[in-house]
């Protein structure tokens, strides 16, 4: 009587004829029979034939291995017998009826009623629609499929980027790639594409149809395929993955031991997750390319706030640059620092020269210049670069107090001096003791402080006013005027020898007038320090502004320059216009300083400004020639009407006819 198994699981009955090598149960994939049940060891028990009787073996499982409900270790087993191991129970019969013969198979726990099919797939398709990171996705696709249908193993195939459903390209297995291999314990399978039929992925992709076949090795459709024969694959289960014009993709399903694992109702299942599948995929990529959107986004604003911030930085540093371009002309100016002081033009440059020769004297230094041209810098550019740098900087300006008022600053009081003295007074003197005074307008001295002063010179002491005290001093004296002294000496204004103790060195300052060159660096860098002082952005000085500038003869010299710069930049918006600056500039820069188109300005600063200056007068000339009509303007200066308007606009010339 030849006897076989009776298998029973989750209420499915199959058989398995019995032959003569043992028979392995357990959850690893080497097993004869493979059970997906937690409750079952990997490797749980063994059945094997010794003589002419069957013996089940545990093999140290978990949870045992029972025999008609009894835990047993072996025991021999007769013909009724009930194995249980898991939720799969195995009983020897008899004769086998007329049931579906099994090879070799993998057993799922979970039941294949319509109704469990449907709540899985509910709930796989809820899973699916959590995920939107393509890659887990496309896990969760292929281990959601397996778990939908039961089998053993699965495969993802997409079309590799140059390739496409709807070309000869996208036609070709070869050009389609795994990209995900997993087996029912949802473990990746090591090198995938040498696990599935390529003559199968290749039929499925030319038809677009799914394909399902419970025995491949006897299947006629698949006659002649090599790859079927290599992996002699049993039960194959292959579902096109739906795209908006072609296939997308391939869902590839196999049990390589198990006959007749899929059936009709699995292969309508795998096609209507299929399609789910498709929605899912196709969501994925959109958020992904919005992501990387994004991230471009991002990243572009990031280099436009980059940018931005760069801007601002080459606004705010204007004075940085000048400071640069000062050091550089320091170097070639001499030894000595005067990077606080502005300018490149030939006048400066005679100054640095003087400059360089009194550093290193302590002898009183005269210098002079008119009202406005910088005295006070002059005066601390020497100082800090003297042997006294050290000490104190003291500055006093004669011509702003009356002399009773002028000798107690100098010279101090002691309390009761004098009305309003109720406490002692050190003097400028005193306190620039070691260092360097300033005396601003010596000019103004009247006679009596002149002398005073003198006295200071000639023997180092000061009297205190009010006290018959008397105090060394050693003190260097710098002293300015905006007035001709050696006139004044002529004229007896000015003590002789005052002034030849005072003019033992001299530093005569050019007019601003006389340093047109130096006119665009001034106002960039006065420009940068009274934005900085009104917190206000500095604005931008065009060539027409910045020959408007370089035109004006400066009466009032870089003091003048310096208000005019911190009035645009409370009128300015972004670019300065000629409107903006004042009218005693607008006067100077009026058509009255064109009447010679071909004529050069006084002081025409570098070459775009004169370029820009006679362009501008020539166009003002042939406006006036042709009594504002722009045509015969165009005409006169050999240009078309369009380029003549283009030239009005930028050096804002509004006085033209139509």
């Given amino acids: 009587m030849s006897m076989h198994w009776k298998i029973n699981e989750g209420g499915v009955e199959r058989t398995l004829e019995m032959g003569t090598e043992a028979l392995t149960m357990g959850r690893g994939p080497g097993n004869s029979l493979q059970v997906h049940d937690t409750r079952v060891s990997r490797e749980h028990c ?46 020897l019969e008899g004769n086998a009826p007329g049931g579906t013969v099994l090879g070799m198979g993998t057993l799922i726990q979970d039941g294949q009623s319509n109704e469990g099919n449907l709540a899985v797939f509910a709930r796989l398709i809820r899973e699916l629609a959590r995920e939107t990171d393509p890659g887990p996705l496309l896990r969760q696709i292929v281990d959601s499929a397996i778990s939908l249908v039961g089998s053993e193993r699965g495969f993802l195939m997409l079309a590799s980027p140059e390739a496409s459903g709807s070309s000869a390209e996208g036609q070709d297995p070869s050009k389609w790639q795994v990209h995900v291999a997993r087996n029912f314990n949802q473990e990746d399978i090591p090198v ?100 990387d959107q994004n991230q471009r986004l991002e990243v572009s604003s990031k280099a436009i706030e980059h940018l931005n911030d760069q801007l601002g930085r080459k606004v705010r540093d204007r004075e940085g640059e000048l400071s640069v371009a000062r050091k550089e002309l320091g170097r070639e100016r001499g030894r000595h620092d005067h990077s606080s002081i502005v300018g490149s033009s030939d006048a400066m440059k005679r100054v640095f020269d003087q400059l360089e020769r009194i550093m290193d004297s302590e002898l009183p230094v005269l210098i002079a210049g008119e009202s406005g041209t910088g005295k006070e810098l002059i005066a601390r ?63 103004d001295m009247s006679p009596e402080m002149q002398k005073k002063i003198l006295r200071v010179l000639q023997e180092g002491e000061v009297r205190l006013v009010g006290s018959d005290k008397v105090l060394k001093v050693d003190v260097r004296i710098l002293a300015a005027s905006n007035r001709d002294l050696e006139a004044m000496v002529r004229e007896g204004s000015f003590r002789e020898d005052l002034y030849y103790r005072l003019a033992v060195l001299r530093v005569d300052l050019p007019p601003l007038r006389d340093r047109g060159d130096d006119v665009p660096l001034l106002a960039e860098s006065l420009l940068g320090r009274a934005s900085r002082e009104a917190g206000k952005p ?49 006067k100077s820069s009026g058509p009255s300083q064109f009447a010679d188109p071909m004529g050069a300005s006084e002081d025409p600063g570098d070459i775009k400004l004169a370029v820009a200056d006679l362009e501008r007068r020539s166009i003002e000339a042939a406006l006036n020639q042709s009594g504002g009509n722009k045509s015969k303007a165009a005409r006169t200066l050999g240009i078309s009407r369009f380029a003549l308007q283009r030239k009005l606009e930028k050096y804002n010339i509004s006085k033209a006819d139509d």
């Fill in 46 to 91: 063994r059945i094997e034939r010794r003589g002419k009787e069957w013996w089940v073996v545990d093999l140290g499982s978990s949870n045992g291995t029972r025999v008609n409900g009894a835990r047993v270790d072996r025991q021999c087993l007769k013909e009724g017998d009930e194995v249980a191991v898991g939720s799969v129970r195995l009983t």
């Fill in 192 to 291: 995938p594409r040498t696990r599935v039929s390529m003559g199968i992925i290749g039929k499925v992709i030319q038809e677009g149809r799914a394909l399902l076949t419970v025995d491949a090795g006897q299947d006629e459709r698949l006659t002649n395929m090599a790859s079927v024969e290599e992996l002699r694959l049993r039960s194959v289960l292959c579902v096109p993955i739906p795209g908006e014009v072609s296939v997308r993709g391939l869902i590839y399903l196999d049990n390589r031991m198990q006959m007749g694992a899929f059936e009709n109702r699995d292969l309508e299942l795998a096609g209507l997750f299929a399609a789910q599948a498709s929605v899912a995929i196709r969501t994925a990529r959109l958020i992904g390319r919005l992501r």
């Fill in 381 to 443: 550019a020497i100082c800090f670069n003297s042997p006294r740098k050290k000490g104190p900087f003291v500055s006093e300006n004669c011509a702003a107090l009356p002399d009773s008022l002028l000798e107690s600053e100098l010279f101090g009081h002691v309390r009761g001096a004098f009305t309003g003295a109720y406490k002692d007074k050190r003097g400028l003197l005193e306190q620039a003791h070691g260092g360097t005074l300033f005396l601003d307008e010596v000019g």
């Fill in 538 to 586: 500095a604005p931008e000085l065009p060539h027409e502004v910045q020959a408007a500038l370089a035109r004006h003869n400066w009466p009032g010299n870089v003091r003048e320059l310096e208000n005019e710069m911190r009035r645009l930049v409370v009128l300015a918006s972004g670019v300065a216009q000629i409107s903006d600056l004042s009218p005693s500039i607008l």
